[in-house]
């Protein structure tokens, strides 16, 4: 099964917009982490915030936040003021303590690409 | 540049040949990690070791053979691959504590693979 999906294969925003870049997950165990990764078109993996599934408040890190909805087993990504060196792959990735998960397991991305 | 450096950036190979991936990252990370990026297809880790101890081998065909000879290299030795090896090859550090659920894993720009 599934432990992360991304439903939007691609997104497009005009710039200095905003933009959500949906994520669910599948998990059982109460103790998890939630991460959103950034690929531009050079390969390279960058961190940009996370969640942790006892966080009580949504995590922001700069232009970016998490708008964690525990219940629903939900871990969007927003992105305020879009630049277009935003564009690039988004990857969702989830780390659960105990599960079958317990290294970083991800979605199969969305690609967005920021519109002058 | 990164804290994680892989080499090279791009190889193509004969399914014949014998080649190595290299990774080395200077973070002080006790813990490393292979992934294959496939075209369409969400990251799948492939190897982890831990203090230079193999954890983790997801199903990965033996032509496909890892080397952690100290926690800051990680090589990947490749024979007889088929072309639907061709992929981004992504390695990741982290600092593994078992009290806290959260480490972030560093990534390398990867190894863009092509078995002809």
């Known amino acids: 099964a599934q432990k992360i999906t991304q439903t939007q294969p691609g997104m497009f925003v005009q710039e200095k917009e905003a933009v959500t870049l949906d994520c669910t997950y599948d998990?059982?165990?109460?103790?998890?982490?939630l991460f959103w990764y950034k690929q531009p078109s050079s390969g390279e993996m960058i961190f940009l915030i996370y969640?942790?599934?006892?966080?009580?408040q949504n995590a922001t890190e700069g232009r970016y936040s998490l708008n964690f909805q525990k219940a629903r087993k939900s871990a969007n990504l927003v992105i305020s003021a879009s630049q277009l060196g935003d564009s690039a792959m988004y990857f969702c990735?989830?780390?659960?303590?105990?599960?079958?998960?317990?290294?970083?397991?991800f979605g199969s991305g969305t690609q967005l690409t920021v519109l002058p | 540049e990164t804290g994680v450096t892989q080499t090279p950036r791009h190889l193509v190979m004969g399914m014949t040949n014998k080649k190595s991936l290299k990774c080395e990252q200077h973070?002080?990370?006790?813990?490393m990690y292979w992934y294959k990026q496939s075209a369409k297809k969400p990251l799948e880790l492939m190897f982890v070791?831990?203090?230079?101890?193999?954890?983790e081998n997801n199903s990965v065909p033996s032509r496909f053979s890892p080397e952690c000879p100290n926690s800051s290299h990680l090589f990947l030795h490749l024979h007889t691959l088929q072309p639907e090896d061709s992929a981004l090859y992504l390695c990741?550090?982290?600092?593994?504590?078992?009290?806290?659920?959260?480490?972030?894993?560093?990534f390398g720009s990867g190894t863009r693979l092509t078995v002809v």
């Open positions: 998990t059982s165990d109460p103790s998890y982490g």
């Open positions: 973070l002080g990370h006790n813990a």
């Open positions: 969640q942790g599934s006892y966080d009580q």
């Open positions: 070791y831990n203090f230079k101890e193999q954890t």
């Open positions: 990741a550090s982290s600092q593994q504590t078992s009290d806290r659920l959260f480490y972030g894993y560093t």
């Open positions: 990735a989830m780390r659960e303590v105990s599960g079958s998960a317990r290294q970083l397991t």
